[in-house]
């Protein structure tokens, strides 16, 4: 091994003198660091998807929504058609990572009260249940029409990703893919509506409230397939305004 | 083991070094967290605890490619060596970048919910069978830990506590941690090909190191294949011509064992002694005899030539061996004598100055910037 | 003493070169390939009246 023919300054990092070369060289490499850094900041934090614009939304202020509550798959509000507005189904979680299944015990097919707020992105929005209201029997004593029975429409196969439906709809941004699969898993499993945001509208729909075949929740086991892009086949139902998904398959 | 060891001896130039680091990252920080958001309307709508979680996560993939990088370019260039010197302050830092990471995707794609965080971590997502959708936060959960017992353990405490060959072993999983991390990145925020700048820089990173590790590799199995021929006699090699040999500077031979030795020349004198220093198998060879004594150029462990030892209160010891002329030919025994002998360096006979008109490479007067072996043990 | 070192290294790194680069690829592969705008389709006639 032949020694190195120029020698820029021998320095180690404890000499106080430190070489013009090493010194220049050091500085150069110094400032290409931080430049360096700089750009890659902006390059990385502009890359990733916009993750569109959903949000809260307080439109019931301290206020309630009265309808009849329904439980299977997961806790909906009926609200029949009021002042040219149509009958819909909103769909009900509470304000952190946990669904109102608690509160909603013993209230099936009850009226009942429930205020808090909006959180939405597009036609997809949740009422997370909260404020002085909550969600309680209707104390306003009114007596409200049966709602609706489900209306069938069809098989299909369907192509989308399964989401919690409270980060999907803006609780966070982005609240979809598989960075945050383990989010919506907690969500699910906490009994936040899981929904499926299609790929393509579906009757008009963005996405479909999931449910299992049978018209309860959905199982577990579909918490493998959260926060990709998936098909799936099933029966699909509408109530109101809100078409939910009765899962039989998951195509691999 | 050294005695006398104190917590940790700054300097101007580790200041410099950290300091540099630090505004390094807090630029990193500033432009994705601040100015990005005012460029791009898709920045700007990101929850903030999630841009945070991406900020510290990349940053940390960034400093780990770049503390990974340090090693090979300072073989391939000396020029690269002072980043060498502090390097394990730059793996503390990347340890505490990567550790805020954590603590932001805790505080929020695990919180607010019933079970607890560190739980949910585990629980959540059990999708282990599955490559889109394998649980990828437990891979960077293994490199965080790695990284942090590699931060706690880098003080010279635990290097000579646990020695050289065992802390050297131990620090090697940090490339099993950076396999942890590539692969954390690409099943988790890369999925999707929803990130395509991230998806660029992982496969820069992944080929610069590779290539840099291996290049490096290849220049040092051809270093240990060119043996040094051997001499008359068995048992001894010859290394090179004295000639070769500049003031104060080394030339290094191999044994056929592959154990590496340098000849140094200091006044009108030759000493061979072991290529490797005891502290972290720095190419001694590569460094200079400063104010009497051999300094590795790594982290400046010195030795005193007529022993191999270092000079009190240190007790780091490494091989001498004997040395001899051969007309111009300089021979070494590659059997070498007993830790801490003392052998009388080899006179060149008739030589005063260097036999070749090598430039000076000291500078004019006394190294007294220098200080003592003493002050490098706890600087490092 | 240093050679072990050395070619634990270089089986590190050439372990690492050969299969991130595959761990990549395959993180990449096991995504679906599903159209982005893929539509849904009704596997039931509609014409049928909808008995599904």
């Known amino acids: 091994m032949s020694l190195k023919p120029a020698d820029p300054g021998f320095f180690v990092g404890y000499f106080k003198k430190v070489p013009p070369a090493v010194r220049t060289f050091s500085l150069a490499l110094a400032a290409a660091l931080v430049a360096a850094l700089g750009g890659a900041a902006l390059a990385l934090a502009v890359s990733p998807e916009h993750p569109g614009s959903g949000a809260y939304v307080n439109d019931l202020g301290d206020g309630s929504l009265t309808g009849i509550l329904e439980t299977s798959p997961y806790p909906l509000l009926r609200v029949p058609a009021a002042d040219g507005r149509p009958a819909r189904a909103v769909m009900l979680a509470g304000p952190s990572k946990i669904g109102v299944g608690q509160a909603a015990a013993g209230l099936d097919g009850a009226t009942v009260d429930a205020g808090g707020v909006f959180v939405r992105r597009g036609d997809l929005d949740m009422l997370l249940v909260g404020g002085p209201v909550g969600l309680r029997a209707s104390t306003a004593g009114m007596s409200l029409p049966a709602p609706a029975g489900p209306e069938p429409l069809g098989r299909w196969r369907i192509t989308g990703e399964i989401c919690d439906g409270k980060c999907a709809a803006g609780a966070m941004k982005p609240g979809t893919g598989l960075a945050h699969k383990a989010c919506a898993n907690l969500c699910i499993t906490g009994g936040v509506p899981p929904v499926f945001v299609t790929t393509a509208p579906v009757e008009g729909a963005g996405f479909l409230l999931l449910a299992d075949a049978d018209g309860g929740p959905l199982p577990a086991r579909h918490l493998h397939r959260t926060g990709e892009r998936i098909a799936v086949e099933g029966v699909v139902e509408r109530r109101d305004d809100l078409l939910i998904l009765k899962v039989e398959v998951v195509l691999p | 083991m050294s005695v006398a060891l104190k917590p940790v001896g700054w300097n101007r130039n580790k200041l410099v070094y950290d300091a540099v680091l630090i505004i390094g990252a807090a630029v990193y920080i500033l432009a994705f967290l601040n100015l990005a958001p005012m460029l791009s309307e898709g920045a700007a709508k990101v929850d903030a605890p999630i841009q945070r979680m991406r900020a510290f996560g990349s940053l940390a993939f960034l400093m780990l490619t770049l503390v990974l990088a340090i090693g090979p370019l300072a073989r391939l260039d000396t020029r690269f060596l002072p980043l060498l010197y502090n390097r394990r302050h730059f793996g503390v830092i990347t340890a505490l970048v990567a550790t805020t990471h954590a603590v932001a995707v805790l505080d929020w794609y695990y919180a607010f919910s019933p079970t607890p965080q560190l739980l949910a971590l585990f629980t959540a997502n059990t999708s282990f069978d599955r490559i889109a959708g394998f649980p990828f936060e437990i891979l960077g959960v293994a490199a965080l830990l790695v990284l942090a017992v590699l931060a706690a353990t880098s003080h010279d405490f635990w290097l000579s506590f646990l020695t050289p060959p065992v802390w050297k072993a131990l620090h090697m999983s940090v490339y099993g941690a950076y396999g942890a991390v590539v692969l954390h990145v690409a099943l988790g925020p890369m999925a999707g090909g929803r990130d395509p700048v991230l998806s660029a820089l992982v496969a820069a990173s992944v080929a610069t190191l590779a290539t840099l590790h291996l290049v490096t590799g290849r220049r040092e199995r051809a270093a240990d294949a060119a043996a040094s021929p051997p001499a008359a006699e068995d048992g001894w090699i010859d290394v090179g011509d004295v000639s070769e040999i500049a003031e104060a500077r080394a030339i290094v031979g191999a044994a056929p064992g592959g154990e590496r030795i340098a000849v140094f020349r200091t006044k009108d004198r030759l000493v061979a002694i072991s290529n490797v220093c005891s502290h972290q198998n720095g190419p001694i060879g590569e460094g200079k005899v400063v104010r009497g004594f051999i300094t590795c150029p790594w982290h400046g462990y010195q030795y005193r030539p007529e022993d191999g030892c270092s000079p009190p209160p240190f007790r780091e010891r490494i091989h001498r061996y004997p040395l001899r002329l051969n007309g111009s030919r300089v021979e070494v025994a590659t059997t070498p004598v007993p830790l801490g002998t003392r052998l009388e360096s080899f006179r060149i006979p008739g030589a005063t100055a260097p036999a070749s008109p090598v430039p000076r490479t000291d500078p004019p007067g006394p190294r007294a910037a220098a200080p003592g072996p003493a002050d490098d043990k706890v600087a490092s | ?52």
């Open chain 3, 1 to 52: 003493m240093m050679r072990p070192h050395r070619r634990a290294h270089a089986a590190l790194w050439t372990a690492l070169a050969l299969l991130l680069p595959l761990a990549v690829l395959a993180s990449l592969l096991a995504e679906p390939r599903l159209s982005a705008d893929a539509p849904p389709v009704r596997l039931d006639p509609p014409a049928g009246g909808g008995a599904g």
